[in-house]
């Protein structure tokens, strides 16, 4: 199997990424859509960043330092959350052109002093099937060969609302690459066979559980709110 270019994926689903001076851009030729870690800042303050939700939902008390598998990255944004709250991150990408995007805003956040410590704890495994990667993990902890990660963290695409003013225009080009999760049930087995402390799972404030999983507790905020699966430990 060659090399996947993601320049022509993108033309193959009616789109275009091209080099700009402000980084790696997808344009419809309408819109455009560039993953940047800079407007996160804001959100990155010490006092702002422990207010997060996602921070509370995934923190690993008395564990100095925690690792995390982000299994549906995206545009990694989440990931920067947790990188930037300590956490080592593995993100895992699996249509190109947006790990492509990804890649691309992980490289210029590393010349930028005040993302560079965080995204030096982001480890992008490009084109790479998290399930797959999950599973591979699973065999490694159960052979005693890994330690089992903290956590891990799902956000699979929402599904498409009937209003198409609820869909962000930016995430409308990213349907035309990325579908919403097909199998809920395959991708929530995989992360708690790695044996973490917690599963956390990004959902809309209103939405079903992923794969009816019940969790054990929630936290909710006025537009997401994240489902916490706390296996027992062994």
């Known amino acids: 199997m060659g090399v996947v270019d993601p320049f022509s994926i993108a033309r193959a689903a009616g789109l275009e990424l091209t080099g700009k001076s402000e980084g790696l851009t997808l344009t419809d030729g309408t819109m455009e859509l560039r993953a940047d870690f800079a407007r996160m800042l804001p959100r990155l303050k ?60 992980l490289d210029r956040a590393a010349d930028d002093p005040a993302l560079a410590d965080a995204v030096a704890r982001m480890r992008l495994h490009a084109g790479e099937d998290s399930i797959a990667g999950l599973r591979h993990a699973a065999e490694l902890v159960e052979q005693g060969e890994l330690v089992a990660p903290d956590v891990v963290y799902l956000d699979p695409m929402f599904p498409e609302r009937t209003k ?71």
Not at 213 to 231: E, F, I, N, T
């Open 164 to 234: 198409s003013a609820a869909v962000k225009k930016k995430f409308q080009l990213l349907h035309h690459l990325e579908q919403p999760c097909a199998d809920e049930e395959t991708l929530v087995e995989a992360a708690l066979a790695v044996r973490p402390r917690k599963v956390v799972i990004k959902r809309p404030v209103k939405g079903p559980l992923l794969a009816g999983v019940k969790p054990s507790y929630q936290l909710a905020g006025k537009a997401v709110r994240y489902d916490v699966l706390v296996p027992p430990r062994p």
């Open 46 to 105: 010490q006092g702002r960043l422990q207010q997060e939700l996602l921070v509370k939902a995934a923190r690993a008390k008395g564990v100095e330092q925690p690792w995390a598998i982000d299994a549906t990255a995206g545009f990694g944004e989440d990931s920067l959350l947790l990188a930037a709250a300590g956490f080592t991150v593995d993100l895992y990408e699996q249509d190109c052109v947006i790990a492509a995007l990804l890649q691309d805003a």
